[in-house]
C-alpha cells in the first residue's frame, strides 16, 4: 500500500525560498529526485506523490532509499538501510522544502539563486533579515556561536550555549568577536506551539515534531503566516554580537589575507553521522600558509595533518572571492602546483574548499574576517552599562560611614550605610518594602560593607552589597573612572562569597566588634546569630546578586555624556566606565550572579 500524506510525522526541518509565480511544482519536486538519485549509495527513489491541497498549501513529496556500510565495519558483511523524505510545500511564491537527509538538504541550499538553469536555481532563499525578524524574538534558548577573532589558544572558535533567556547572558565585552550561526527561541504571546530553531543564512529552520501528515500541514501553515507578518526587518536582532559588512564599498577595500583554516561547525553536533564527523575532522587538520595577495584573493601552499602527527603536502592553490554579493560571499578554488604526489588528496581539498563553504574562515590585514560566507569586521565596540537610579536627596554622597560607626550610628544621620539601612529593599530601584534580614560586614577582610539575605516564595537570595563614597558632592558633578575602581575591585575581590557556605564560615571572622550587633530583620533589630539560622535555613541555592552603592554618576551627568561627541572628555570617561563595569557584569555572570550598580538619578 503506498505511503499516503496522513502517514507522514517528520520533525519540521525546512528550507525556505520563494520561487517565480510560473514555477511548476510538479516539475520541481521532479528535479529533487534527480538530485537524490545522483547520490552514489542511493538505491531507490519511489515516485513522487501527487499535489494535496491542505491549509491553503500544495503539498507533493517522495522518499527514497539509501544503502551503506555500517562506519564500524571494515568490510561489507552487513549494510545500514535507510530511508529518507522529502516534502515540499507551496503557497502562492513561498516555498518550503522538508529534507530528512542534511547532505540533500546542503545540495540544494547550495543550488538556490543560482544560474544552473535548473527550476531549484530559480529560488531565492528567504532573506537573512526576515528569518531573523520572524522567528528571533521572545526568550532565546539557545544559540550557536562562531567566533571572528583570530584563531588562537586562548579563545574558543565556536561554542553553544543554552539558558532561560540569553539576551540577559550574553557578555558584551566578551563575546563581542561572536556572531550566532544558530538560534532556538519560543515567539511570544505562544505565537508556535514549539521553540523555532534557526540557521538564517542556511535559510534553514526547524519547528518542532508533527503526529501526522495534516498537523504537520498546519504548522508549515502557521510559519508561513509568522514570516508573512513579520515586523521589521532586523540584521542583527543580538546587537551586542559582531555584525556582518553587507556594504559593497567596504567589502571591496577587503585586502591582505595573513591566516586561513577549515572550522567546521560540524564537530560540535555530537549526533552527526560518523561518516560527515570523519570527514569534518579530518579536513579540520588542513593548513594554509598564505604566500601571496591580490586584495582579497590569495594563493596558499596547504597541507593535511595525518591523525598520526605526520603531515602531507598538497600543493599550491588559489582562492579568487566572488564579492558582488556581499550578504553571500562566494569564492572558487583552483589549482596552482598540485604535489608530485596525493594528487587525489590535492583534488580533494579543492572540492571541500569550494562545497563546503561555511567550513572556511579567513583572516585579513584590514581587520576583517571571512565567516559563514560573510565578512565581519574585528574591532571592539563600545557597549552601554545600564545604572539603576535611586533617589540620594537627604544624604551626604561623600559620606560613606558615619565617622563612629557603631550600630546606633547605621541609620540616622545623612551617611550611605544610613542610605543603606533606611532605603535598600530587594525591588530597588522600584518601589517596594524593606524586608528579608540586612547585617553590616564593614571592617578588614570584610565579605562586603553589608549582607542582604531574603526568602520570597519559593526563592532565596544573597545580595552583597558594597558602597563607597563619591570623591565630589558637587551637585553638578561629572563623571569619573576612578570612584568605581576600588569599590569595583573590591566586589570582585570577594566573589567567592556568592556561595552561600563561605558566606556563613566568614559571617563574623575579622568582624569589628561594635557591629556584632549590626543586623536587622525588615528593618527592625535582631540578632546576627538568627541571621545565620535563617541562612543555614536555605533549603535550595539562592538567587545571588553584586550590588554596588556609589552616587558618583549622577543620571543627568549621563544622559550628557551618552549625547556628547565621542572625542568630548565626559564621553571617553564614560566608555571607561562602561568597559570597567561590564567586565565586572561579566564576571558576575560567569558565576550566575546579577550584578548592579546604583547611582544618583539628581
Given at each position: 500500500m503506498p505511503i499516503q500524506l496522513n502517514d507522514l510525522c517528520p520533525y519540521?526541518?525546512?528550507?525556505?525560498?520563494?520561487?517565480?509565480?510560473?514555477?511548476?511544482?510538479?516539475?520541481?519536486?521532479?528535479?529533487?529526485?534527480?538530485?537524490?538519485?545522483?547520490?552514489?549509495?542511493?538505491?531507490?527513489?519511489?515516485?513522487?506523490?501527487?499535489?494535496?491541497?491542505?491549509?491553503?498549501?500544495?503539498?507533493?513529496?517522495?522518499?527514497?532509499?539509501?544503502?551503506?556500510?555500517?562506519?564500524?565495519?571494515?568490510?561489507?558483511?552487513?549494510?545500514?538501510?535507510?530511508?529518507?523524505?522529502?516534502?515540499?510545500?507551496?503557497?502562492?511564491?513561498?516555498?518550503?522544502?522538508?529534507?530528512?537527509?542534511?547532505?540533500?538538504?546542503?545540495?540544494?541550499?547550495?543550488?538556490?539563486?543560482?544560474?544552473?538553469?535548473?527550476?531549484i536555481g530559480t529560488l531565492v532563499p528567504i532573506s537573512v533579515d526576515l528569518i531573523n525578524s520572524a522567528y528571533i524574538q521572545g526568550k532565546i534558548n539557545t544559540l550557536w556561536l562562531s567566533g571572528t577573532h583570530r584563531h588562537v589558544p586562548s579563545q574558543v572558535d565556536n561554542k553553544a550555549i543554552s539558558g532561560s533567556d540569553l539576551l540577559y547572558a550574553i557578555d558584551p565585552l566578551g563575546d563581542q568577536t561572536f556572531f550566532f550561526t544558530s538560534a532556538v527561541s519560543k515567539l511570544p504571546n505562544n505565537a508556535f506551539k514549539y521553540k523555532i530553531g534557526v540557521s538564517p543564512q542556511k535559510s534553514y529552520i526547524w519547528a518542532g515534531p508533527s503526529d501526522d501528515g495534516d498537523q504537520l500541514c498546519e504548522g508549515v501553515a502557521q510559519l508561513f503566516d509568522i514570516l508573512q507578518n513579520a515586523p521589521?526587518?532586523?540584521?542583527?536582532?543580538?546587537?551586542?554580537?559582531?555584525?556582518?559588512?553587507?556594504?559593497?564599498?567596504?567589502?571591496?577595500?577587503?585586502?591582505?589575507?595573513?591566516?586561513?583554516?577549515?572550522?567546521?561547525?560540524?564537530?560540535?553536533?555530537?549526533?552527526?553521522?560518523?561518516?560527515?564527523?570523519?570527514l569534518a575532522d579530518r579536513w579540520s587538520r588542513l593548513a594554509f600558509d598564505i604566500i601571496a595577495n591580490n586584495h582579497a584573493d590569495f594563493d596558499a601552499s596547504i597541507e593535511l595533518e595525518n591523525a598520526d602527527g605526520t603531515s602531507m603536502p598538497?600543493?599550491?592553490?588559489?582562492?579568487?572571492?566572488?564579492?558582488?554579493?556581499?550578504?553571500?560571499?562566494?569564492?572558487?578554488?583552483?589549482?596552482?602546483?598540485?604535489?608530485?604526489?596525493?594528487?587525489?588528496?590535492?583534488?580533494?581539498?579543492?572540492?571541500?574548499?569550494?562545497?563546503?563553504?561555511?567550513?572556511?574562515?579567513?583572516?585579513?590585514?584590514?581587520?576583517?574576517?571571512?565567516?559563514?560566507?560573510?565578512?565581519?569586521?574585528?574591532?571592539?565596540?563600545?557597549?552601554?552599562?545600564?545604572?539603576?537610579?535611586?533617589?540620594?536627596?537627604?544624604?551626604?554622597?561623600?559620606?560613606?560611614?558615619?565617622?563612629?560607626?557603631t550600630v546606633a550610628n547605621i541609620g540616622p544621620?545623612?551617611?550611605?550605610?544610613?542610605?543603606?539601612?533606611?532605603?535598600?529593599?530587594?525591588?530597588?530601584?522600584?518601589?517596594?518594602?524593606?524586608?528579608?534580614?540586612?547585617?553590616?560586614?564593614?571592617?578588614?577582610?570584610?565579605?562586603?560593607?553589608?549582607?542582604?539575605?531574603?526568602?520570597?516564595?519559593?526563592?532565596?537570595?544573597?545580595?552583597?552589597?558594597?558602597?563607597?563614597?563619591?570623591?565630589?558632592?558637587?551637585?553638578?558633578?561629572?563623571?569619573?573612572?576612578?570612584?568605581?575602581?576600588?569599590?569595583?575591585g573590591q566586589a570582585i575581590k570577594n566573589l567567592r562569597f556568592l556561595d552561600l557556605q563561605n558566606t556563613l564560615a566568614n559571617f563574623t571572622v575579622a568582624l569589628n566588634q561594635r557591629l556584632l550587633n549590626a543586623s536587622w530583620r525588615a528593618g527592625v533589630a535582631n540578632t546576627r546569630a538568627h541571621m545565620i539560622a535563617a541562612m543555614n535555613g536555605a533549603v535550595t541555592p539562592p538567587r545571588r546578586r553584586v550590588v554596588v552603592v556609589q552616587p558618583r554618576v549622577r543620571q543627568t551627568a549621563l544622559n550628557a555624556a551618552r549625547a556628547a561627541p565621542p572625542n568630548t572628555r565626559q564621553s571617553m570617561i564614560l566608555r571607561q566606565l562602561d568597559t570597567l563595569l561590564l567586565s565586572a557584569k561579566a564576571n558576575c555572570q560567569n558565576l550566575g550572579a546579577e550584578f548592579v550598580v546604583i547611582a544618583d538619578q539628581a
Open positions: 519540521r526541518s525546512l528550507l525556505l525560498c520563494t520561487c517565480p509565480a510560473q514555477w511548476a511544482l510538479n516539475a520541481g519536486v521532479e528535479e529533487l529526485r534527480g538530485f537524490a538519485d545522483a547520490f552514489d549509495n542511493v538505491e531507490h527513489v519511489e515516485t513522487a506523490s501527487g499535489i494535496a491541497n491542505r491549509h491553503g498549501l500544495k503539498v507533493k513529496f517522495f522518499y527514497y532509499r539509501v544503502k551503506q556500510e555500517p562506519s564500524w565495519l571494515l568490510n561489507q558483511q552487513v549494510e545500514d538501510i535507510l530511508h529518507e523524505l522529502v516534502v515540499v510545500f507551496r503557497r502562492n511564491t513561498s516555498i518550503a522544502i522538508l529534507t530528512t537527509e542534511s547532505r540533500l538538504r546542503d545540495k540544494i541550499r547550495n543550488h538556490f539563486d543560482t544560474t544552473d538553469q535548473t527550476r521589521a526587518q532586523s540584521a542583527n536582532p543580538l546587537p551586542m554580537l559582531a555584525a556582518p559588512a553587507v556594504d559593497i564599498v567596504m567589502v571591496n577595500q577587503i585586502s591582505d589575507a595573513y591566516e586561513a583554516a577549515l572550522l567546521p561547525n560540524q564537530l560540535l553536533d555530537y549526533d552527526l553521522p560518523a561518516q560527515e564527523r570523519a598538497l600543493g599550491t592553490i588559489r582562492v579568487t572571492f566572488d564579492l558582488s554579493k556581499p550578504k553571500r560571499i562566494t569564492w572558487t578554488a583552483t589549482s596552482i602546483a598540485p604535489p608530485p604526489v596525493n594528487q587525489q588528496g590535492h583534488n580533494d581539498a579543492i572540492d571541500i574548499i569550494n562545497s563546503r563553504r561555511e567550513w572556511l574562515k579567513v583572516w585579513f590585514e584590514t581587520g576583517h574576517t571571512l565567516v559563514d560566507q560573510r565578512f565581519f569586521l574585528g574591532r571592539v565596540r563600545d557597549a552601554q552599562f545600564s545604572f539603576c537610579f535611586a533617589d540620594f536627596g537627604n544624604y551626604a554622597v561623600k559620606k560613606e560611614k558615619p565617622s563612629l560607626l544621620g545623612d551617611s550611605l550605610f544610613s542610605w543603606v539601612r533606611q532605603r535598600w529593599h530587594r525591588a530597588l530601584p522600584l518601589a517596594g518594602n524593606i524586608s528579608g534580614w540586612l547585617a553590616c560586614n564593614d571592617g578588614a577582610m570584610e565579605i562586603a560593607d553589608f549582607i542582604h539575605f531574603d526568602h520570597v516564595g519559593p526563592e532565596y537570595e544573597l545580595t552583597l552589597i558594597h558602597v563607597k563614597g563619591s570623591k565630589s558632592g558637587n551637585a553638578n558633578r561629572n563623571l569619573s573612572v576612578s570612584d568605581y575602581e576600588v569599590v569595583v
